[in-house]
Structure formats: C-alpha cells, structure tokens
C-alpha cells in the first residue's frame, strides 16, 4: 500500500481542473476515408467507365483497411451509382460522378454562383420556350404567373403571407416555363437544381438590399414567349435575375 502524500492532499486544486474539456474536432472514420480515396480513383479517370476495379483483397491490402471496409465503401458506391457489383463478375465502373456529391458541393457554393446558374438556365429555357411552346404551355404559363402575382406581397416584412409560399409558386412558374422548352435533360436538370434554387431564392428576398424581381417583369417573359420571340424571351428572363447579382456585387465590391 501507498501512503497518500500529506502535502499533497491540501494543496488547492488548479481552477481549470474542473474545466470542461474542448472536444476533439471529428476525425473521417475508415469507410469514409476509404469512399473518398476510391472516388478520388473514379473521378481522376485512373479507373475508366466499363473498368473492373481490383478485387476486394487486393483493395484492402492496397489501403491497410479490412475487406469488410472496402465491402461497405463500396455499397455507399454502388447506392450513389458509381459502381455496379455483378454478382460473380466483379464491380465495375459506372459512372465517373456522384450525383449526390454534386447536389452537396452545389448546396455549399455561395448566392452569386446560384443566381448564375439560375439566370443561365432560364435564359435558355425561356428562349427554347419561345419556339416550341404549345397552347397548353401558355395557358399554364398564365395559370403559374396568375398565382405568383396574387402572392408576390409575401417578400413585405409586413405581409401575413409565408415567404416560402410565395418562393415555391414562383419555382413552380419557372419550372413551367422550363417544362415549355420541351428539352427533357434541361427539364431534369432545373428539377435537380430546384430545391438549392429555392433555398437562395428565400435567403435573396429575405435580404431588402437585393431587388425583388416583380409580376411585370415575369410577365413580359410570357408576352415574349406567347409571342414566338426568343430574343426577347431570353432577355426578359436575364432581366429577372441581373438586377440581383449587380445589386450583390454593390455589396460585395463595393465602388471606393
């Protein structure tokens, strides 16, 4: 047995001896480090769309990782659509990028790159409009803008109106204008991009500094497509969103 040290005993305890403890910051765990290194593979090219990837055995001696890690890592890849597992075969390459790591790269990047994008496609998507709309499209065309503009007081700091109501009718009028280009990849490309869209739009109408694009300026790009001009349908649309990304390189850069 040891004694206790007497004069150890009454010496006072530091102040910071009950002070909580900073947590570590999270480190990757093994599959998910191991995701990253053969997604890295894929997107690099170092393995071809159509290539057979390396067995699970020689995968795990090549990472020091278990073959249980290199099965799981490459489930979550084969779930994403990267790679497909042909029973008795081997996993092969299926695609060289992860849609879902795309859609997360898009929700990180700032206000300005969406509205970008955002005025990219719709300007394109209202010039193709303007050529191929039907009838139909008009007439939801009308249908859309008619509910936007009964809501557009919602952005109003005193409006009763949810801002998201009035943001998800004015997705809905640009996704049918989208619908009206008759392009099913632009369609399903608007779609995937819909709700970061949705997410900016709120954070842009929720800042008084950015302009608030109104009912006159969606209509005219329904005049210019109801009138076959995708000149001018086209303009019309980059109309809708300049204003908001020169107003936001005001704050941003401003002059000196």
Not at 128 to 155: G, M
Not at 192 to 215: G, K, N, Q, Y
Request: proline content about 8%; aromatic content about 4%.
């Amino acid at each position: 047995m040891f004694s206790a040290d007497p004069a150890r005993s009454t010496m006072p305890a530091s102040p910071l001896a009950n002070a909580p403890l900073s947590p570590m910051p999270p480190r990757p765990s093994l599959v998910d480090a191991t995701i990253a290194t053969l997604r890295h593979q894929i997107a690099s090219g170092s393995w071809e769309v159509g290539d057979r990837i390396p067995p699970e055995s020689r995968l795990a001696e090549q990472l020091n990782v278990s073959r249980g890690t290199i099965r799981e890592a490459v489930r979550v890849l084969s779930h994403a659509g990267m790679l497909e597992v042909r029973q008795g075969d081997g996993t092969y390459v299926r695609r060289r990028v992860d849609p879902g790591e795309c859609m997360r790269r898009i929700d990180r990047a700032g206000l300005r790159e969406h509205l970008e994008v955002r005025r990219a496609l719709e300007v394109e998507a209202a010039r193709l409009a303007a050529e191929r709309r039907t009838e139909a499209d008009l007439s939801r065309l009308h249908s859309t803008l008619e509910v936007r503009r009964a809501l557009e007081q919602a952005p109003d700091p005193d409006s009763d109106i949810p801002l998201e109501h009035f943001v998800d009718r004015d997705l809905q009028f640009h996704l049918t204008v989208t619908d009206a280009a008759h392009n099913p990849v632009l369609s399903e490309l608007y779609g995937l991009f819909a709700e970061s869209i949705r997410r900016h739009i709120v954070t842009a109408l929720r800042d008084t500094a950015l302009p608030d694009p109104r009912h006159e300026a969606h209509l005219r790009i329904v005049d210019a497509i109801a009138d076959r001009d995708p000149d001018r349908a086209a303009a019309a649309a980059a109309a809708v969103i300049t204003p908001m990304i020169e107003a936001l390189d005001g704050l941003l850069f401003p002059s000196p």
